[in-house]
């Protein structure tokens, strides 16, 4: 396994990072503590989950696999100590008022109830799942002071920002002497590349490490079409990436075609192009299995030139930073 820092910070994370989105709707509780148990193993110290995961298709459970989590950590072994643990906030918990968005209320009672489900008595990495618009960040860099005075948040991350929610939040933060934001995930593989346009350039100059989120885009950069010929699509996953996979159809195929040239997986080259962009710190893979794991990990090995790179910015386009991706 390969080790980098979050960001700018001195703390040390693997270059993937378990997500568990799966765990509870899709993976059970006994094969998501082997799942985690493996990543262990492998060198995988970090692990993403949020306070909403676990709902099941008419939305109810939310908190599950936090619990599923908290009932991992309390095994003992050392399986809290060797984590690296982010969880979020922000999702509505239920439908009473101040059960989520990031009023200092809401901040409060969300991470005191991520912290009985996971059984710990500190969150590594809170992240704000999305951005509050009704919340001042005054309010919300009060709350999370809080919250790392008394020990129980460390760092401080956003997930699915803009470029100018991130600066704004960070000026804020600078103006209070709070070293604020750390991290930031955002969708981003070879087919979503918007975050470069404003994004990215924002982490680079505020040293945020990136942790892209469906970096497969829901396996259709996973050999989605070699896996429909040979009849192993997962179809339950896949239904609703079909349509995308209908507008890109040529280009994903141009791609596998492209891998099998490099004698690489599909899935191995798109997570390994997402480890050599810039900021990123760690993309979330969400496997469902130890061998959807250990493909994961493979990508590491993967080692692309400029040839490479060049031919899958042709293959899938990306941006430049604004405003010279628009204008002059």
Not at 37 to 48: K, M, Q, S, V
Not at 148 to 165: D, E, L, M, R
Not at 270 to 280: D, N, T
């Amino acid at each position: 396994m390969e080790y980098t820092h979050l960001g700018r910070t001195g703390l040390t994370v693997s270059r993937l990072c378990l997500g568990t989105m799966n765990f509870g709707p899709h993976t059970e509780e006994a094969e998501a503590h082997r799942l985690m148990d493996t990543a262990h193993e492998r060198g995988i110290n970090f692990f993403d989950t949020a306070n909403s995961y676990g709902r099941d298709s008419e939305g109810r459970l939310r908190g599950r696999t936090e619990e599923i989590i908290g009932r991992w950590f309390a095994k003992g072994g050392g399986r809290r100590e060797r984590t690296v643990l982010a969880t979020k906030a922000y999702a509505d918990m239920s439908d009473w008022p101040n059960e989520g968005k990031l009023s200092a209320l809401a901040i409060r009672k969300a991470v005191e109830a991520s912290l009985r489900r996971l059984q710990t008595d500190h969150i590594d990495l809170y992240q704000m799942h999305h951005i509050d618009r009704a919340t001042p960040w005054e309010e919300i860099w009060q709350a999370m002071e809080v919250l790392v005075a008394q020990g129980k948040i460390i760092y401080v991350g956003s997930s699915n920002f803009a470029g100018w929610h991130i600066a704004q939040a960070q000026e804020t933060a600078r103006a209070r002497h709070f070293l604020g934001l750390v991290s930031e995930q955002s969708l981003y593989n070879l087919l979503d590349r918007t975050v470069e346009l404003e994004v990215i350039p924002a982490l680079q100059h505020y040293g945020l490490g990136l942790m892209p989120w469906s970096p497969l885009r829901s396996g259709l950069l996973g050999g989605v079409l070699r896996k429909e010929r040979e009849g192993t699509r997962d179809r339950s996953a896949m239904a609703y990436a079909s349509e995308l996979l209908g507008r890109h159809r040529d280009r994903i195929q141009a791609y596998e075609d492209f891998a099998a040239e490099l004698g690489t997986d599909p899935a191995e080259l798109a997570l390994a192009w997402l480890l050599s962009r810039p900021a990123v710190t760690a993309p979330i893979i969400g496997p469902r299995t130890p061998a959807h794991l250990d493909a994961a990990i493979g990508a590491l090995d993967v080692k692309l030139d400029q040839k490479t790179l060049d031919h899958l910015d042709d293959l899938f386009p990306g941006r430049r930073p604004a405003p010279e991706d628009y204008a002059w």
